[in-house]
């Protein structure tokens, strides 16, 4: 078999597993982000006990490694297992993978998602504000029509970014959660092809494209989105937003 | 345990204390520095990395700056950890290849074709120590390239004044990069630098993939359930506790980090015009 062949089956092999970590970010993605909506309204709200949470949340969630929140949380579910989840009869449910991989992203990303937006919240220009509140808006139609829309637009190139760090951490979800029977992510299938005949460039390699592939894709899809979102804008600004991420979480 | 501390502490704590300070809650403990290691010598490699990368990305000649372009891209388009289980990985089958050439006879790579190492004698044995640096080693190339994006942003504010009168002194480029471009890169560097520093801190929470026995193989070993009285404290599964504390531990080790950066902006930034550093 030629190089050329052996990496076009790889791919083939590795396209299945590739869809787990799909899943797990696709699972997590939206309501990531209306948690992350929450927290952000949350922490900018009035009073101090409900700002105070929301912060020591973010600062927890965004201090700490993915890895050790993935190993603490389902240590957590297991041993509330026997009191809690057996006696209600939905422990293969809430201790499978499939759920509580994605439920640990989103408590994940919807720390990181907050930090962003909050950060958009508080460059809403103020005179658009002003002017909200000098036409007699309520605060939710003022929320609704002038703050969302600013935040949204400029939240979004840093929340692109959130999203590709989110679908690279998927691949530690299987380094600590079970495995069942053959549902395996790209990290799981790489490793089991290397252990057969250790050939560490070409089954790494492989795995490593389809994470670029699908952060391109990623990179793209949320582009032509934000050259919507930035529609009422002239074209040369838009064209600032490129293939050129921060990779800064 | 000693019955005078027993005697003032009262029994249930002295247990409690007994408990935490035993062997191998001290292995665990003595466990932190493959952690501690690990970040320090991560982060010099990402920084010298990082460096070489930006030196790359700011030459003249086409193909040095395509070199450095595509490590910065392509290293920080794949997962962390895939990297991290890549590289110490390919150095040891590299140095295998190497090994197989001077110590296997044709007779034995003829026969363990497919196989890996090609003969016994090419097999080189990684210990902790062994995976712990090619660890941080592979920690350094990863958030190397995240530098080197950063350097290269903040060598390109350095005000070009300073660079032009540096040439006009008569210095060599080699010595304007390294007298006065270097130098003066760095306050505008920092920002980007501590965020770096807090994804590395994190990413050190890996050591365990590799076989070293770090903090978290350790909690995990602890906090595993006992059900024998001779092992030790017999007690359910508790792991969570373990992990609840290294999850205290690692927003400890940011609180501090974001404090020490904060204290080395203030530091560096003394004495400087641009408002934007501040």
Same mark, same amino acid.
């Given at each position: ?12 092999i590795? %396209? ?10 696709? %699972?997590?993605?939206?309501?990531? @982000?209306? @948690? %992350?909506? $929450? ?16 912060? /020591? ?11 050790? !929140? ?21 422990d293969?449910?809430?201790?499978h993978?499939?759920f ?11 720390a990181?998602? /907050?930090q ?5 919240? !508080?460059?809403?220009?103020? $005179? *658009?504000? *002003? /002017?909200?509140?000098?036409? $007699?808006?309520?605060?939710?139609? !003022? ?8 935040m ?30 053959? !549902?395996?992510?790209?990290?799981n299938?790489? $490793?089991?092809?290397? *252990?057969?005949?250790?050939?560490v ?11 670029l592939a699908?952060?391109?894709?990623i ?13 009422? *804008?002239? %074209?040369?600004?838009?064209?600032? @937003?490129?293939f ?6 | ?29 003595a ?32 193909l ?9 891209n ?47 004698d ?81 990413a ?70 641009d408002?934007?550093?501040?």
């Open positions: 078999m030629s190089w050329f062949d052996a990496i076009i089956n790889d791919i083939i590795l %396209a299945k597993p590739s869809l787990f970590n799909i899943y797990f970010a696709l %699972a997590s993605i939206p309501i990531g @982000f209306l @948690f %992350a909506i $929450g927290l952000t309204l949350m922490k900018a709200s009035k009073s101090k006990i409900i700002s105070g949470i929301a912060s /020591a949340y973010i600062y927890a969630f965004r201090g700490s490694p993915l890895f050790i !929140q993935l190993f603490m949380f389902y240590s957590i579910m297991l041993s509330l297992n026997l009191s809690v989840w057996k006696p209600m009869g939905i293969h449910i809430v201790l993978p499939l509580l991989g994605p439920m640990i992203l989103i408590l994940n990303t919807s990181y998602s /907050a962003i937006l909050y950060g958009a919240y !508080q460059n809403v220009p103020k $005179g *658009e504000l *002003e /002017a909200a509140r000098s036409f $007699g808006m309520g605060r939710v139609r !003022q929320f609704l029509s002038v703050i969302w829309p600013n949204i637009r400029l939240a979004w190139p840093a929340y692109t970014n959130e999203v590709v760090f989110l679908f690279h951490a998927t691949a530690l979800i299987y380094f600590t959660l079970p495995v069942i029977n053959e !549902q395996k992510d790209l990290m299938k790489a $490793g089991e092809l290397f *252990e057969k005949d250790y050939n460039f070409l089954h790494f390699s492989v795995a490593a494209l389809y994470y699908i952060s391109f894709v990179f793209l899809a949320f582009g032509l989105f934000y050259k919507y979102l930035m529609r009422h *804008e002239a %074209a040369a600004k838009i064209k600032k @937003f490129k050129s991420p921060k990779y800064i979480r | 345990m000693p019955d005078w501390l027993t005697n003032i502490i009262g029994q249930d704590l002295s247990d409690g204390l007994a408990y935490i300070t035993n062997g191998k809650h001290m292995m665990w403990y466990s932190f520095r493959f952690t501690i290691f690990a970040g320090i010598f991560g982060a010099l490699c990402a920084l010298t990395f990082g460096l070489l990368g930006a030196i790359m990305l700011n030459s003249n000649f086409f040095f700056r395509l070199i450095g372009a595509a490590y910065a392509v290293v920080r388009g794949v997962p962390d950890v895939l990297f991290f289980l890549f590289f110490p990985l390919a150095f040891e089958q590299g140095v295998e290849y190497f090994l197989a050439k001077s110590n296997c006879t044709a007779d034995e790579l003829a026969a363990n074709i497919g196989n890996w190492p090609p003969c016994p090419a097999q080189w044995f990684l210990g902790t120590n062994e995976y712990l640096i090619l660890a941080s080693v592979s920690l350094g190339i990863v958030y190397g390239a995240f530098c080197a994006n950063v350097i290269h942003g903040a060598m390109k504010s350095v005000n070009k004044g300073q660079l032009e009168a540096a040439k006009a002194y008569g210095m060599k480029p080699m010595q304007v990069m390294l007298r006065v471009h270097i130098p003066q890169m760095w306050i505008y560097a920092l920002p980007g630098l501590s965020n770096i520093w807090m994804l590395l801190v994190k050190t929470s890996l050591l365990s993939l590799l076989q070293i026995a770090d903090i978290v193989l350790w909690a995990d070993r602890l906090g595993a359930p006992n059900y024998l009285k001779q092992v030790g404290l017999v007690h359910p599964d508790w792991r969570w506790k373990y992990y609840l504390v290294l999850f205290l531990f690692y927003i400890l080790v940011t609180f501090l980090s974001e404090r020490a950066f904060a204290y080395l902006r203030k530091k560096t930034g003394k004495g400087m015009v408002e934007a550093v501040l």
